[in-house]
């Protein structure tokens, strides 16, 4: 406000300039116009300052009556720069196994496509950059507009006026780039096509309850994992694009590993694509780095979780079944009773995954027993696992091409397009800013 102030007061001394020029008694014609200028940019001055709440609020109001918002437009150039990320990180991954194969042929072709990706993802930077400049201190530029232009002698008319015109226009402007996109681009085609697929799924235990942090491995043909994937906080994992490429219809063998043991699931043999649950039918999870692996035949009537306490309901169908107690080495287990009596149980310790985890094993023989298990659980972090993952070789010719037409559609939707739409905002503001009088001179030489 202090900066509006200075420039009111600098209109007021304008136009008082103006009306003592223009009253001079020196019978000079020259004198007399200039008297007449200042005094027009005194009022036009005074009213660009009375009128500043008044553009703020017009310019929300045009976007409200053209349907654009600024939140709307900053979510669909995330969503792009989003859309750019994952085309630049499917490339890079389908880079890295074509090296690891020998086709360097194939290699240089993903270069220069993941240069125009890089490309296009730099434009919509730049105009993320702008658009943030222009939304958050729309104010202050306007601000600094009007103060210019309202400096005597026309010093900073020229500039004033383009910098007020250039907030106004660009505030109005940007939200409606969309529109001018949606106009004018083509769809773009898929990164992926319609030959590949994903996996998509989470990791349960036998009472359905999710695993977290468990690895599930993917087996093609080999002994050898072809995917190793890590499950989040609540157990669910993701194979595909960008990371992955899989061929509909591929099928994989699923193995899951947890707190250091192997576990196999159902089901065990997926086709891409797929979706769902894989349920380890030997293991159940109490929480807060307590499971209990079920070794041999027996049935689990009934089984109670509460805050720090496991109460089994269970029968040994055999001779005799094994129940593996694991825990994080931060769990403390306070007592083991096999019915009423208290089991002394011997931990020993291993590492898996960059985490310390203690094994109890407890052997019962044939018959009914009820477990309960106390304890004092921990934060259960993430284990430090080298994920893998697949292309499918065989197709990536197909493949190469779909990506390639989408870079360059990229290219003209993320680059072209909005760099004439920019061109025609600058041209709008230059239109403007000759209204108010203080048009910039432009020579092109």
Same mark, same amino acid.
């Given at each position: 406000?202090?900066?509006?102030?200075?420039?009111?007061?600098?209109?007021?001394?304008?136009?008082?300039?103006?009306?003592?020029?223009?009253?001079?008694?020196?019978?000079?014609?020259?004198?007399?116009?200039?008297?007449?200028?200042?005094?027009?940019?005194?009022?036009?001055?005074?009213?660009?300052?009375?009128?500043?709440?008044?553009?703020?609020?017009?310019?929300?109001?045009?976007?409200?009556?053209?349907?654009?918002?600024?939140?709307?437009?900053?979510?669909?150039?995330?969503?792009?720069?989003?859309?750019?990320?994952?085309?630049?990180?499917?490339?890079?991954?389908?880079?890295?196994?074509?090296?690891?194969?020998?086709?360097?042929?194939?290699?240089?072709?993903?270069?220069?496509?993941?240069?125009?990706?890089?490309?296009?993802?730099?434009?919509?930077?730049?105009?993320?950059?702008?658009?943030?400049?222009?939304?958050?201190?729309?104010?202050?530029?306007?601000?600094?507009?009007?103060?210019?232009?309202?400096?005597?002698?026309?010093?900073?008319?020229?500039?004033?006026?383009?910098?007020?015109?250039?907030?106004?226009?660009?505030?109005?402007?940007?939200?409606?780039?969309?529109?001018?996109?949606?106009?004018?681009?083509?769809?773009?085609?898929?990164?992926?096509?319609?030959?590949?697929?994903?996996?998509?799924?989470?990791?349960?235990?036998?009472?359905?309850?999710?695993?977290?942090?468990?690895?599930?491995?993917?087996?093609?043909?080999?002994?050898?994992?072809?995917?190793?994937?890590?499950?989040?906080?609540?157990?669910?994992?993701?194979?595909?694009?960008?990371?992955?490429?899989?061929?509909?219809?591929?099928?994989?063998?699923?193995?899951?590993?947890?707190?250091?043991?192997?576990?196999?699931?159902?089901?065990?043999?997926?086709?891409?694509?797929?979706?769902?649950?894989?349920?380890?039918?030997?293991? +159940? =999870?109490?929480?807060?780095? $307590?499971?209990?692996?079920?070794?041999? @035949? %027996?049935?689990? !009537? &009934?089984?109670? #979780? *509460?805050?720090?306490?496991?109460?089994?309901?269970?029968?040994?169908?055999?001779?005799?079944?094994?129940?593996?107690?694991?825990?994080?080495?931060?769990?403390?287990?306070?007592?083991?009773?096999?019915?009423?009596?208290?089991?002394?149980?011997?931990?020993?310790?291993?590492?898996?995954?960059?985490?310390?985890?203690?094994?109890?094993?407890?052997?019962?023989?044939?018959?009914?027993?009820?477990?309960?298990?106390?304890?004092?659980?921990?934060?259960?972090?993430?284990?430090?696992?080298?994920?893998?993952?697949?292309?499918?070789?065989?197709?990536?010719?197909?493949?190469?091409?779909?990506?390639?037409?989408?870079?360059?559609?990229? +290219? =003209?939707?993320?680059?072209? $397009?909005?760099?004439?739409?920019?061109? @025609? %905002?600058?041209? !709008? &503001?230059?239109? #403007? *800013?000759?209204?108010?009088?203080?048009?910039?001179?432009?020579?092109?030489?």
């Amino acid at each position: 406000m202090e900066l509006l102030s200075l420039a009111y007061m600098l209109s007021l001394l304008t136009y008082s300039l103006g009306a003592v020029l223009y009253g001079s008694p020196l019978p000079l014609k020259s004198i007399k116009k200039w008297g007449v200028l200042m005094m027009y940019d005194g009022l036009a001055s005074a009213v660009l300052v009375s009128a500043y709440s008044l553009l703020l609020k017009l310019g929300d109001y045009f976007l409200a009556v053209l349907g654009a918002s600024w939140p709307n437009f900053i979510t669909w150039l995330t969503g792009r720069t989003t859309t750019l990320v994952a085309s630049y990180l499917a490339i890079q991954s389908i880079a890295a196994a074509l090296k690891v194969s020998g086709a360097d042929i194939l290699v240089e072709l993903l270069k220069h496509i993941s240069s125009l990706i890089a490309t296009s993802l730099t434009a919509i930077k730049t105009i993320y950059l702008i658009s943030t400049v222009v939304y958050s201190l729309r104010d202050k530029i306007l601000t600094i507009g009007i103060l210019l232009y309202t400096i005597p002698l026309r010093m900073g008319k020229s500039a004033g006026a383009a910098i007020v015109a250039l907030s106004i226009v660009y505030y109005i402007g940007m939200p409606l780039m969309p529109v001018f996109a949606l106009a004018l681009e083509s769809p773009q085609p898929p990164i992926a096509s319609d030959r590949y697929g994903a996996i998509t799924g989470s990791i349960v235990d036998v009472l359905g309850n999710p695993v977290p942090h468990a690895v599930v491995k993917f087996y093609k043909s080999s002994r050898d994992p072809a995917i190793v994937v890590l499950g989040d906080s609540e157990g669910k994992f993701y194979v595909g694009p960008p990371q992955d490429l899989l061929s509909l219809g591929d099928e994989f063998e699923v193995e899951v590993a947890f707190m250091g043991y192997a576990f196999g699931v159902d089901p065990a043999l997926v086709r891409v694509p797929w979706s769902g649950s894989l349920r380890v039918s030997n293991m +159940l =999870y109490a929480g807060k780095g $307590l499971s209990i692996v079920f070794i041999g @035949i %027996l049935e689990i !009537s &009934s089984v109670n #979780l *509460s805050s720090g306490l496991v109460v089994l309901d269970l029968k040994v169908l055999g001779s005799e079944a094994t129940l593996v107690f694991l825990k994080l080495k931060p769990v403390e287990v306070e007592k083991i009773l096999i019915g009423v009596e208290p089991i002394s149980c011997s931990w020993s310790a291993f590492s898996w995954g960059g985490l310390e985890v203690e094994e109890c094993f407890i052997t019962l023989s044939e018959g009914k027993y009820i477990v309960k298990v106390s304890y004092f659980g921990s934060y259960v972090p993430r284990p430090k696992v080298e994920e893998k993952h697949y292309v499918d070789i065989g197709d990536i010719v197909g493949y190469l091409n779909v990506i390639q037409t989408t870079a360059v559609s990229y +290219l =003209y939707s993320y680059l072209l $397009l909005p760099s004439a739409y920019l061109i @025609i %905002l600058s041209a !709008s &503001s230059y239109a #403007l *800013s000759k209204f108010l009088g203080g048009g910039l001179r432009l020579r092109v030489v």
